[in-house]
């Protein structure tokens, strides 16, 4: 008798709005592809945040997702208002995703694009930067959102990328950052790079500067081979990237862990178009091929990639993709995955076929943490709310009051030195920066919590603190604008 071939257990949920149908689309071509999975389904979105859990996930399935450690989940709608947080960021900060994957190519001259060799991947990270969510309203005019970057999480998602370039004969890493304005964070990301790229000789690696390096990317993509971004600019430039091919609708996305990956459509819950048959189910019938590849069934993602590629080039298209004088036939939601099972067996003939041949090993782990740097505290940074007065009032209060071991330098607003000498056409908020910087050998977190009570008792409105650190001797803060 025949070894029955193992099955892979896999966390499914059908999500909201489009969701189930596009879910059962999908799963009805893995299955007549022959996929090996063991199908376990919980319920999140919707249903459960009206069930007052706001994070719109079940204690039970975390359980399953741990247990499966594979999750293929359907687009979810997350409420507006109310403190609702986004599912999507929960899971993947919750369970260490830290790579977002998204393949991008044109399926000229099949769908319309005006980009027919377009053929990259963006990878994502997919835990930090201003993703945390923290945000705090400080002053009646001013709100603040934290914007995290750290070595050990730039590390991981950049390794990935050279790993992910070398498994699949890439040829090119290209990493996006905006450090020549955001010299510490930014600046953390792109240093990284070039750490890490050192060890991957055989790729080329490159560095662009965000706003110019999209507009690369919109002008020639082809120039582009594997991207390397940290979150907010890597969310953005994927779905433009995603757009540039033709269509969101049919883009697949990976999320990467080192104990649970999840994967998922690039779009939305589409709750207009639920219930009518009219959804396009390629972008999570993508995200599914992406996790067949990481199971090891990359045989049945390559038998499904073709059908459905052979779908494209026979004119079989939803609503969405569908050209008068290119399409031949506009389906529905169920027809078109009945086309796609229909051709399985089948490759394009124009378009390039799909190859899942068994990846290279990827070595994921972090090398052994450097030497910790020497780190000295040399000031602090004290935000106060203080509406209508001139820069000069406040900096001649602060002056006076009585404070040892540090002398106030600057005074900035939104990041802009408007004390001492401040131009006359600074605008100001009621947001102020009073650094105070130390005048002495040492400067503890004593004599810094000195400085904030001196100024509560003046009856400045302090909203927040920033230490100011040296490590290894070198300035580890910005300065403001114009200082």
Request: charged share 25%.
């Amino acid at each position: 008798m025949a070894a029955v071939a193992t099955k892979t257990p896999v966390t499914v949920a059908y999500g909201d709005g489009i969701g189930p149908e596009i879910m059962d689309a999908t799963l009805r071509i893995l299955d007549a592809a022959g996929a090996r999975l063991d199908i376990e389904r919980i319920e999140i979105g919707e249903s459960v945040y009206n069930r007052g859990l706001q994070s719109g996930i079940e204690p039970s399935s975390w359980e399953a997702l741990r247990r499966t450690k594979v999750f293929l989940k359907a687009p979810i709608t997350t409420p507006q208002g109310g403190g609702f947080k986004s599912l999507n960021v929960t899971v993947r900060k919750t369970l260490g995703m830290y790579a977002n994957v998204r393949p991008c190519a044109s399926l000229h001259p099949y769908v319309a694009t005006k980009n027919p060799n377009m053929d990259l991947v963006i990878v994502r990270e997919n835990e930090e930067d201003v993703y945390g969510g923290i945000e705090h309203r400080q002053t009646q005019d001013v709100v603040q959102c934290l914007k995290l970057i750290s070595r050990p999480g730039s590390e991981r998602v950049i390794r990935y990328a050279f790993e992910y370039a070398r498994a699949h004969a890439s040829k090119k890493v290209t990493c996006f950052t905006k450090d020549n304005i955001m010299k510490q964070t930014d600046g953390l990301f792109h240093e990284t790079f070039d750490e890490i790229a050192k060890q991957y000789s055989e790729i080329e690696n490159e560095h662009w500067i965000v706003d110019i390096g999209a507009a690369k990317m919109v002008d020639t993509p082809e120039a582009f081979d594997v991207l390397v971004m940290p979150n907010l600019y890597g969310d953005v430039l994927s779905d433009v990237a995603a757009q540039m091919t033709g269509s969101v609708g049919l883009a697949g996305s990976a999320n990467i862990g080192d104990h649970c990956s999840m994967f998922e459509a690039i779009h939305g819950s589409a709750p207009r178009r639920a219930g009518q048959n009219l959804a396009n189910p390629s972008g999570l019938f993508h995200g599914a091929l992406l996790m067949l590849s990481h199971i090891g069934q990359g045989d049945v993602a390559e038998s499904a990639h073709n059908a459905w590629l052979r779908t494209i080039e026979d004119g079989v298209h939803t609503y969405d993709i569908f050209e008068e004088g290119v399409s031949k036939q506009k389906v529905g939601t169920r027809e078109f995955a009945a086309a796609v099972v229909a051709r399985l067996g089948q490759e394009p003939q124009h378009l390039k076929a799909a190859r899942y041949a068994k990846q290279a090993e990827m070595h994921l782990a972090l090398r052994p943490e450097r030497t910790r740097s020497h780190k000295e505290r040399v000031g602090i940074d004290v935000f106060i709310d203080a509406p209508g007065a001139h820069p000069d009032t406040h900096a001649a209060q602060i002056r006076r009051l009585p404070i040892n071991g540090a002398k106030l330098t600057v005074i900035a607003n939104r990041g802009t030195k408007v004390w001492p000498h401040g131009d006359p056409d600074t605008f100001w908020s009621d947001h102020w920066s009073c650094r105070f910087e130390c005048d002495s050998e040492s400067f503890s977190g004593k004599d810094a919590m000195q400085i904030v009570g001196a100024l509560d008792a003046a009856g400045f409105d302090v909203v927040k603190t920033e230490g100011l650190f040296t490590f290894d001797g070198a300035r580890a803060f910005s300065l403001a604008q114009g200082q």
